[in-house]
């Protein structure tokens, strides 16, 4: 039964070598050919060009960035959201500053925030919150974080973006986000007042996904 059960272990080792290696070379093969690559290249030299222009803020080690019309005053409530993530989730503000780091701010037109792995800049979407309910934008940058370090984490592991697996990856990124806003009671009510000032269906859509899922697993907690 012994040799059996060695022969048994040594495929089962083999099948998941294979697997994992020929993940790597689909992950590889659709980097060379993606548009990830020069657009990374062109996100530094973008951020270089600005910061030496308009300056630029850093915090523990990443550097942070606002692009036209916005200025360093505008990052204010990003530098908050990844406090607020370092004093609540250890855990997951270590995957932020370890994948990401760079952070840009801009008015994006459809998407929250977005990832690219060459550059490693994390992209947020400028929120126009009224300065009494800036927390709103804080609580949402901090999500949004979490959500583009997740995918930053799976790109290192070399998951690739397949058509199989964009929406495990989707679902997984929009978990992790979902669990650290759980900490906050009432968050998915909260959240319900950022859809008025998020422009673009796709970064609407995502919004209430993200208070759906919230408001469950708050009341799964409590």
């Known amino acids: 039964m012994l040799p059996a059960k060695a022969a048994a272990s040594s495929s089962y080792r083999i099948v998941a ?20 690559v020069p657009v990374g290249f062109f996100d530094l030299v973008t951020i270089f060009f600005v910061s030496r222009g308009m300056g630029s803020r850093l915090y523990r080690g990443i550097e942070l960035v606002a692009f036209p019309p916005y200025r360093l005053d505008a990052l204010t409530e990003v530098v908050d959201a990844l406090e607020l993530v370092r004093r609540t989730d250890q855990r997951r503000f270590a995957r932020i500053e370890r994948f990401i780091k760079r952070i840009v701010l801009a008015n994006w037109k459809k998407h929250l925030g977005f990832y690219n792995t060459i550059s490693q800049v994390c992209a947020l979407k400028k929120l126009p919150i009224p300065e009494d309910s800036r927390i ?7 999500a949004t974080l979490i959500h583009e370090a997740t995918h930053a984490m799976l790109d290192k592991r070399r998951f690739p973006p397949t058509r199989a697996n964009l929406k495990r990856i989707e679902k997984l990124c929009v ?34 996904e993200v208070i759906k899922r919230s408001g ?3 009341r799964g907690q409590s």
């Open 17 to 36: 070598n294979f697997t994992k290696e020929k993940r790597i070379l689909i992950y590889w093969l659709r980097k060379c050919f993606s548009l990830s």
């Open 136 to 142: 709103l934008a804080i609580y949402n940058y901090s």
């Open 175 to 208: 978990k992790e986000e979902v669990r650290f806003l759980a900490r906050f009671p009432g968050i998915d009510k909260k959240l319900e007042l950022i859809i008025g000032y998020v422009d673009g269906l796709p970064a609407r859509n995502k919004v209430k």
């Open 216 to 218: 469950r697993k708050g």
